[in-house]
């Protein structure tokens, strides 16, 4: 059940997995909201923990470090600098960003796997899993290739075949074969300790089903189609040599699960917090975070984390006892990019590194944007478009207009000094209850984990400014009544001031400009609503733009970034040619193909893609034309060795006789290359 008021709060973000860097979709999905959640509760006074670091176990990690020829810790390595520095200059302001390589960490999940153990948590099977004897391991699915037993693609994964889609078992692949050593597998037995949780399913029921039903929509649906469809056993260890070793007997060359020590890296991160941030520390202080009742447990993560955050971790910590459990789980759906699935591998994505490198300083706008737009209920979209357009219309029409006016005015008719506040009228009023009310409008939104809305009221707030200046006309009623101006500016002065507070949560850089701007420190939530943030008399600083208009061109340049990658995929994705009819020997016989050499080439006037070119063909010397120029210059290839089809009937090609056929081989992305010998052949060497 929901706390009314909770001592303290850990907020845990998903750990990236460190495969690879951060894109948009992760940042809409988990990091952007969790943020604002933690910088509100802290501008509340909160007492906060928000932690979070890079998930570095697992199969993935073990098949990239492979395929790029370096050690799995180099490439954690690698990826765990980039995310931390990226999340670190977008403002993510995580009070901990750990990894789960670490010391305290290895200690933490393996602790915690021995208590269980010794507790009889688990139970012990025994399977047959794919084993490769010249490589002496057993194989994780993904280190399995073979034939697919659905749609025949010869290269199908041991859980998955890429080309129909299908979930395969190991078991189901046609000629299994290794990755390690290409070598076919065998079946050989293998222990494993398990988390029975079928016996959790009467609790789950109650704490969930029962106990939580303010969870969101999509979040308690899932958790009720997994409980209902009847819970198995989970195996909580993997035959890997990445990872942590299980700690108990018996156990030689097996590590944990990786979303057995994953969940566990927010507990130890929070270890680590304490240890490395706060000077003195006891080492147990950790302990109030996850130990005390009168703590909020809050997880941040996208909707394919929902079954390990909100079924496997809680029945962990339960089963460990001791542990407090989430009191809620606010996953967000996917968010996709330009009408298609990010995709990490088909590097379908926006990525923050670039994005940080391709607008500098505009860290705000992606954040707004993620958040207007954040799939709360259901996927959503980005398009640069719809980045342009929030940023021109809204960003800059709305909440940057509205202060820039306020500010500017200021300086002109008062000199930067706050206006004293005289005779109100009911439209002063209205705005004096704006002011009044939208912080609190705005704070319950996010407390209800509803951002998007809580967002949209932070721009009706801004607005309401806007309308203001714009019934009152400041700039019309300076000439008659200067009073009147004063008291206009000094509301808009509050407002702007309120605003600073209300928005820091959402865009803490251009909060600290505007703070900047009106030289105050930063209030904290608690001031929001009041109307004498700013003394009267009080001197403002030097105004700037908050924000700019972002221009087609910029965009445009993003979307070509997108096309070319898709014409990349594509590519990359060519099919092979299927398979011609069967042919006989001496139909193949038939062909005299013979080794030429190209003696002169020369363009063929007013077309595009075809060559003359004269050949030595040891028997005669003789013109072919080919339809290579968009491929090779002429003086390319003069002297060049080729392979002609040389008893092809003569045809007539623009004119000129083409006695034969060179031949090329095309590749995936339609470039050609020349069949040649490897070595110099005599001129009419047969070719068989
Ligand atoms: N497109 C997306 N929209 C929303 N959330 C996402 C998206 N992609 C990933 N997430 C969430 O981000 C968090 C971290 O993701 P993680 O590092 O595990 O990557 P992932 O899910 O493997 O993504 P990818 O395959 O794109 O690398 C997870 O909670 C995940 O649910
Ligand atoms: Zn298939």
Same mark, same amino acid.
């Given at each position: 059940?929901? @706390?009314?008021?909770?001592?303290?709060?850990?907020?845990?973000?998903?750990?990236?997995?460190?495969?690879?860097?951060?894109?948009?979709?992760?940042? #809409?999905?988990?990091?952007?909201?969790?943020?604002?959640?933690?910088?509100?509760?802290?501008? @509340?006074?909160?007492?906060?923990?928000?932690?979070?670091?890079?998930?570095?176990?697992?199969?993935?990690?073990?098949?990239?470090?492979?395929?790029?020829?370096?050690?799995?810790?180099?490439?954690?390595?690698?990826?765990?600098?980039?995310?931390?520095?990226?999340?670190?200059?977008?403002?993510?302001?995580?009070? /901990?960003?750990?990894?789960?390589?670490?010391?305290?960490?290895?200690?933490? #999940?393996?602790?915690?796997?021995?208590?269980?153990?010794?507790?009889?948590?688990?139970?012990?099977?025994?399977?047959?899993?794919?084993?490769?004897?010249?490589?002496?391991?057993?194989?994780?699915?993904?280190?399995?290739?073979?034939?697919?037993?659905?749609?025949?693609?010869?290269?199908?994964?041991?859980?998955?075949?890429?080309?129909?889609?299908?979930?395969?078992?190991?078991?189901?692949?046609?000629?299994?074969?290794? /990755?390690?050593?290409?070598?076919?597998?065998?079946?050989?037995?293998?222990?494993?300790?398990?988390?029975? =949780?079928?016996?959790?399913?009467?609790?789950?029921?109650?704490?969930?089903?029962?106990?939580?039903?303010?969870?969101?929509?999509?979040?308690?649906?899932?958790?009720?189609?997994?409980?209902?469809?009847?819970?198995?056993?989970?195996?909580?260890?993997?035959?890997?040599?990445?990872?942590?070793?299980?700690?108990?007997?018996?156990?030689?060359?097996?590590?944990?699960?990786?979303?057995?020590?994953?969940?566990?890296?927010?507990?130890?991160?929070?270890?680590?917090?304490?240890?490395?941030?706060?000077?003195?520390?006891?080492?147990?202080?950790?302990?109030?975070?996850?130990?005390?009742?009168?703590?909020?447990?809050?997880?941040?993560?996208?909707?394919?984390?929902?079954?390990?955050?909100?079924?496997?971790?809680?029945?962990?910590?339960?089963?460990?006892?001791?542990?407090?459990?989430?009191?809620?789980?606010?996953?967000?759906?996917?968010?996709?990019?330009?009408?298609?699935?990010?995709?990490?591998?088909?590097?379908?994505?926006?990525?923050?590194?670039?994005?940080?490198?391709?607008?500098?300083?505009?860290?705000?706008?992606?954040?707004?944007?993620?958040?207007?737009?954040?799939?709360?209920?259901?996927?959503?979209?980005?398009?640069?478009?719809?980045?342009?357009?929030?940023?021109?219309?809204?960003?800059?029409?709305?909440?940057?207009?509205?202060?820039?006016?306020?500010?500017?005015?200021?300086?002109?008719?008062?000199?930067?000094?706050?206006?004293?506040?005289?005779?109100?009228?009911?439209?002063?009023?209205?705005?004096?209850?704006?002011?009044?009310?939208?912080?609190?409008?705005?704070?319950?939104?996010?407390?209800?984990?509803?951002?998007?809305?809580?967002?949209?009221?932070?721009?009706?707030?801004?607005?309401?400014?806007?309308?203001?200046?714009?019934?009152?006309?400041?700039?019309?009623?300076?000439?008659?009544?200067?009073?009147?101006?004063?008291?206009?500016?000094?509301?808009?002065?509050?407002?702007?001031?309120?605003?600073?507070?209300?928005?820091?949560?959402?865009?803490?850089?251009?909060?600290?400009?505007?703070?900047?701007?009106?030289?105050?420190?930063?209030?904290?939530?608690?001031?929001?609503?009041?109307?004498?943030?700013?003394?009267?008399?009080?001197?403002?600083?030097?105004?700037?733009?908050?924000?700019?208009?972002?221009?087609?061109?910029?965009?445009?340049?993003?979307? @070509?970034?997108?096309?070319?990658?898709? $014409?990349?995929?594509?590519?990359?994705?060519?099919?092979?040619?299927?398979?011609?009819?069967?042919?006989?020997?001496?139909?193949?016989?038939?062909?005299?193909?013979?080794?030429?050499?190209?003696?002169?080439?020369?363009?063929?006037?007013?077309?595009?893609?075809?060559?003359? =070119?004269?050949?030595?063909?040891?028997?005669?010397?003789?013109?072919?034309?080919?339809?290579?120029?968009?491929?090779?210059?002429?003086?390319?290839?003069?002297?060049?060795?080729?392979?002609?089809?040389?008893?092809?009937?003569?045809?007539?090609?623009?004119?000129?006789?083409?006695?034969?056929?060179?031949?090329?081989?095309?590749?995936?992305?339609?470039? =050609?290359?020349?069949?040649?010998?490897? $070595?110099?052949?005599?001129?009419?060497?047969?070719?068989?």
């Amino acid at each position: 059940m929901t @706390q009314k008021s909770p001592k303290r709060y850990t907020i845990t973000a998903a750990l990236p997995y460190a495969n690879g860097p951060v894109h948009i979709g992760h940042l #809409a999905g988990v990091y952007v909201p969790a943020d604002i959640y933690a910088r509100y509760l802290r501008s @509340q006074g909160r007492d906060v923990l928000f932690v979070c670091g890079s998930d570095e176990h697992g199969v993935p990690i073990t098949i990239r470090a492979q395929k790029e020829g370096i050690t799995p810790q180099q490439a954690v390595d690698k990826y765990h600098q980039m995310i931390k520095e990226s999340f670190s200059e977008f403002g993510v302001a995580f009070d /901990m960003y750990a990894r789960t390589s670490n010391a305290t960490h290895h200690q933490t #999940a393996s602790d915690f796997f021995k208590q269980m153990y010794e507790q009889g948590n688990f139970t012990e099977q025994v399977s047959e899993q794919y084993y490769d004897q010249k490589a002496g391991q057993f194989l994780a699915d993904r280190y399995i290739q073979g034939t697919c037993p659905v749609c025949s693609n010869p290269n199908a994964y041991g859980d998955q075949c890429e080309n129909c889609g299908s979930t395969l078992s190991p078991s189901e692949l046609i000629n299994p074969v290794s /990755m390690l050593s290409g070598e076919k597998p065998v079946l050989k037995e293998t222990k494993h300790w398990y988390l029975p =949780l079928n016996q959790y399913e009467t609790w789950l029921r109650e704490w969930i089903l029962q106990g939580h039903t303010e969870w969101k929509p999509n979040v308690y649906g899932q958790c009720k189609s997994w409980i209902e469809g009847g819970l198995q056993p989970r195996p909580m260890t993997r035959d890997l040599d990445w990872g942590i070793p299980v700690p108990v007997p018996g156990a030689e060359g097996k590590v944990l699960y990786v979303w057995f020590d994953a969940p566990i890296g927010y507990i130890s991160s929070t270890k680590d917090y304490f240890k490395e941030k706060v000077a003195n520390s006891t080492g147990e202080e950790w302990k109030l975070y996850w130990q005390s009742e009168d703590t909020r447990l809050i997880h941040f993560i996208g909707k394919d984390n929902i079954v390990f955050h909100c079924i496997i971790f809680p029945v962990i910590l339960k089963a460990h006892g001791g542990y407090i459990l989430p009191d809620n789980v606010p996953a967000n759906e996917f968010l996709n990019l330009e009408g298609n699935k990010i995709s990490t591998s088909r590097n379908w994505a926006v990525w923050l590194h670039e994005y940080l490198q391709d607008f500098p300083g505009k860290q705000d706008v992606l954040r707004y944007v993620l958040c207007a737009n954040a799939p709360e209920a259901k996927d959503n979209d980005f398009t640069w478009k719809d980045y342009q357009n929030r940023n021109n219309n809204e960003l800059v029409a709305n909440l940057g207009n509205f202060v820039n006016r306020t500010l500017v005015l200021t300086n002109k008719y008062f000199r930067s000094k706050v206006p004293p506040c005289n005779q109100l009228f009911d439209l002063d009023k209205e705005i004096i209850a704006g002011i009044q009310e939208f912080p609190g409008k705005i704070a319950a939104s996010i407390e209800a984990f509803r951002f998007r809305e809580a967002l949209a009221h932070l721009m009706d707030f801004s607005r309401l400014g806007n309308k203001y200046l714009g019934d009152t006309e400041p700039w019309k009623v300076i000439k008659e009544n200067e009073a009147r101006v004063q008291t206009i500016l000094h509301i808009s002065l509050q407002l702007t001031a309120n605003l600073a507070i209300v928005m820091e949560p959402f865009l803490p850089f251009s909060a600290a400009k505007l703070n900047q701007m009106l030289g105050i420190q930063p209030f904290n939530w608690s001031s929001a609503g009041k109307l004498d943030l700013l003394p009267i008399g009080h001197s403002l600083k030097e105004a700037y733009l908050l924000f700019d208009k972002i221009e087609d061109a910029v965009v445009e340049a993003q979307v @070509q970034k997108l096309l070319d990658t898709k $014409k990349a995929n594509e590519a990359a994705n060519r099919k092979v040619p299927p398979a011609k009819a069967e042919v006989s020997f001496d139909d193949f016989t038939k062909m005299d193909i013979r080794v030429a050499t190209i003696l002169a080439a020369e363009a063929v006037p007013k077309t595009k893609k075809l060559l003359k =070119l004269t050949l030595d063909t040891g028997l005669d010397k003789r013109t072919v034309v080919s339809g290579i120029a968009e491929h090779f210059k002429p003086e390319e290839i003069i002297g060049r060795q080729v392979c002609l089809l040389a008893n092809l009937a003569p045809r007539d090609i623009k004119g000129i006789q083409s006695q034969g056929m060179i031949l090329m081989a095309e590749d995936r992305d339609g470039s =050609l290359s020349f069949i040649n010998p490897e $070595k110099v052949i005599i001129n009419g060497g047969t070719v068989s």
